[in-house]
């Protein structure tokens, strides 16, 4: 599939709202005005076809634009990903809305609980084409342990610094732990391990640096951490089923 550009982007958009009738304008317009509930449109196959400010600024979107078109396995890591398709799944094929669900997986990756409610969207003869999500940070009722608050710690760090040296023994000193206990902690609270994360978080450095410039594949490795081109390349055919190569003449931007 080609990368789309902005007019493409916002005619897709502008389409699907139009089948789904007045009122989904006017919920998107609405949610977009709203700084602490989060909200996002997709159709039937998963492509995001709408997103509000708040939900981009948790999940670490620049903008709405970027991600039109764009499903959650191209966006976040598989275990928050198919969490999310799951859910949706389960609307699109009952067409019931799945109400008050506690998010296993926060979309920011924090410790705090987040309350979804999803919602068929429907054409004008009834037909669910797509889904809604509108969710929440749940109030919550005691702080979090210290291992929830070495997470975000640890997590924050590798965002900023995924493209240094970085190994599991070097993430656990930051939390004064031992590499055993640390690598425990972190697969049970995020649901991957520490390299899992890791590698999502540069594969995801990695693809926009396909998809927004020329630089040859070796270079975009380095600088995303990779130890070399062919470890780069390895991972993310792993990751995506394609090389790095196939992947930007398929998502070249115009």
Same mark, same amino acid.
Do not use: C, M, Q, Y
């Given at each position: 599939m080609m990368a789309m550009n902005a007019k493409t982007k916002r005619k897709l958009q502008t389409d699907? !709202? =139009?089948?789904?009738?007045?009122?989904a304008r006017l919920l998107k317009d609405a949610m977009d005005c709203l700084p602490h509930v989060f909200f996002n449109m997709k159709d039937a196959q998963g492509r995001i076809m709408a997103i509000n400010p708040a939900n981009c600024e948790l999940c670490n979107i620049r903008s709405e634009l970027d991600v039109i078109g764009k499903t959650s396995i191209e966006l976040f890591p598989r275990v928050l990903a198919e969490s999310y398709r799951a859910a949706d799944q389960i609307v699109l094929n009952t067409g019931i809305p799945l109400l008050d669900t506690l998010e296993d997986h926060p979309a920011d990756r924090s410790t705090t609980e987040h309350v979804s409610n999803r919602f068929p969207v429907r054409n004008a003869e009834g037909v669910v084409i797509g889904t809604c999500c509108i969710y929440y940070r749940r109030p919550e009722r005691k702080g979090p342990t210290n291992w929830q608050r070495n997470m975000q710690t640890v997590t924050a760090y590798v965002d900023a610094h995924y493209a240094e040296k970085l190994d599991t023994p070097s993430l656990a000193k930051l939390v004064h732990a031992s590499t055993t206990s640390f690598h425990r902690q972190f697969a049970q609270i995020l649901g991957i391990t520490p390299n899992e994360y890791l590698t999502t978080v540069r594969l995801n450095a /990695?693809?926009? !640096? !396909?998809?927004? =410039? *020329?630089? !040859?594949? /070796? *270079?975009?490795a380095a600088d995303v951490g990779f130890h070399d081109q062919s470890h780069f390349t390895k991972a993310f055919k792993k990751a995506r089923g394609i090389t790095p190569g196939a992947y930007r003449r398929q998502h070249r931007r115009s």
């Open positions: 699907f !709202l =139009t089948k789904s009738g007045p009122n /990695a693809r926009r !640096l !396909l998809e927004e =410039t *020329d630089r !040859l594949v /070796a *270079d975009i």
